[in-house]
């Protein structure tokens, strides 16, 4: 049997190798210490083989038997490996629908308003996103952008890459991977241009109102009508306007959710727009004006963001609300 010995010194840390080797077997061990007295691993390692010889002494520099050392004592330990992966976000896979009219007037393209976009997980509806300004873009048949189309024909509508952040942003969609390639196809025509005598058509009709208490401090205007002009076809969107004239001053603003009347597209046939002139829809206003003096105003403008810009607009006869004391007995026994 023979026994061989080094010592090395790698940093603080003191490196001693053994071997030893006799008939069939060789061992060789490592161990370290440092020189504060800091207690280390001590890795072992045994090769045993009882047909061949004993392999020469280890070539190993004092350099490379500290790195292997230091190594060892590197590695993480399993527990923490496994707690990692435990933890790990799964994230769910979703496909998206950009859903809206396939067929619009080339003034109107790029209208967040008119669009929704379906979020889906196995083929069921998740979340429904409602597109802000910038959200989308549309392109030719070419693929480049178009920010005003002036030419009819087919087009891409595409969900912009604002679009998608906003969408990541949305809480109910924390978790899902989203798609970032959202399209439809859509087919611009060019819109009816109103003359002089169209433009001072304006007619509309307040057909009902009612006014109903919501919470503590709300209340809510109900109103169906329509209102056409010739001049919607360059302002093309419809705002509601409740005016409190006791106070002097408006006091609510909503966008038109657009109702079909074709009763008054056969009586205004000459009136671009009359068939989608319609609305019917709440609009909640303080619940400390619901008895004051109102009056419903129609409006379309060239503005989506606000209603302003050119507008033109159509006052509706003032509406009050009872607030009469009221009752009836209808039996005694």
Known sequence: MKERKKLYKAGKLWVTTTLVAFAGIVVTTTSASADDNTVVATPQTSQVNSSEPAPPTSTATPADEASATQNTLAQPDSTTVSYAAA???????????????????????????NYTIGVYRNETLIYTYHPQLGDLFITNQAGQVVNQPTTTGT?????????????RRVPDLQGYTLQSNVTTTIQLYQPYTPNTQDYQQNYGSLDGYS?????????????????????????PYGWLIVFDNTRGREIKRVA?????????????????????????????????????????IARYSSDFINGEGQRIDHWFNRINADHGNHAWIDSVQ
Do not use: C
Not at 155 to 167: A, D, K
Not at 213 to 221: D, F, N, P, R, Y
């Open 256 to 296: 038109i959710d657009p109702v079909n009347r074709p009763d008054v597209q056969a009586a205004y046939r000459n009136v671009y727009g009359s068939l989608q002139s319609g609305f019917n829809q709440d609009i909640i206003i303080p619940l400390s004006a619901a008895g004051d003096d109102l009056t419903i």
């Open 155 to 167: 087009y891409r509508l595409q969900l912009s890459q604002q679009g998608l952040s906003n969408m």
């Open 87 to 113: 933890n790990t976000t799964s994230w769910e896979t979703t496909t998206s629908t950009l859903n809206g009219p396939t067929k619009l007037p080339s003034n109107q393209v790029q209208n967040p308003r």
């Open 211 to 235: 006014i109903r208490q919501t919470s503590a401090t709300e209340a809510a205007i109900h109103v169906a009508g329509w209102h056409a002009s010739g001049a919607s076809s360059l302002m």
